[in-house]
């Protein structure tokens, strides 16, 4: 049974609701110029009729942090194609891929030049490459 709007609010009263209007303006529901304004109205507030009027627009839970209802899981379809570790690890591919190239091209460059340098790219190219095949190999176990 909601307490009844007419009752005075105490100081913990008023802190707790300036605790939680502080918490919905970091997770953006609010602007820091209404969090003010509100301020204002929450330690001005006399009663807790007064203090649910300032949070009256704002939801008590955050919507995002409740599980999904089972009904509504089964509605959704399930994503086509690829999966987010799959298309990670080509991501990943083709940045060490890049990056190689790149490093491969300055060596050739310097080589066709006539200053012939030491292979300097395999040190860069190889030990990343070895990473990223273990991890694929081995991710690829995984459930």
Same mark, same amino acid.
């Given at each position: 049974?909601?307490?009844?709007?007419?009752? !005075?609010?105490?100081? +913990?009263? !008023?802190?707790?609701?300036?605790?939680?209007?502080?918490?919905?303006?970091?997770?953006?529901?609010?602007?820091?110029?209404?969090?003010?304004?509100?301020?204002?109205?929450?330690?001005?507030?006399?009663?807790?009729?007064?203090?649910?009027? /300032?949070?009256?627009?704002?939801?008590? %839970?955050?919507?995002?942090?409740?599980? /999904?209802? +089972?009904?509504?899981?089964?509605?959704?379809?399930?994503? =086509?194609?690829?999966?987010?570790? %799959?298309?990670?690890? =080509?991501? /990943?591919?083709?940045?060490?891929?890049? /990056?190689?190239?790149?490093?491969?091209?300055?060596?050739?460059?310097? +080589?066709?030049?006539?200053?012939?340098?030491?292979?300097?790219?395999?040190?860069?190219?190889?030990?990343?490459?070895?990473?990223?095949?273990?991890?694929?190999?081995?991710?690829?176990? !995984?459930?």
């Amino acid at each position: 049974m909601p307490p009844n709007p007419d009752i !005075r609010a105490s100081d +913990a009263d !008023r802190d707790r609701v300036a605790e939680l209007l502080r918490e919905h303006c970091a997770q953006g529901r609010i602007t820091v110029d209404e969090l003010n304004e509100r301020l204002e109205t929450v330690y001005a507030s006399r009663t807790l009729g007064q203090l649910q009027d /300032v949070t009256a627009d704002l939801p008590e %839970e955050d919507l995002y942090e409740l599980p /999904v209802p +089972a009904s509504q899981r089964a509605t959704v379809e399930p994503v =086509r194609g690829r999966g987010v570790l %799959e298309r990670r690890g =080509r991501e /990943v591919w083709a940045t060490w891929a890049a /990056v190689s190239a790149v490093n491969l091209g300055i060596w050739l460059i310097l +080589a066709v030049t006539g200053t012939m340098v030491y292979p300097w790219w395999i040190w860069v190219a190889g030990p990343w490459g070895a990473v990223l095949l273990i991890g694929t190999v081995l991710g690829t176990r !995984r459930r």
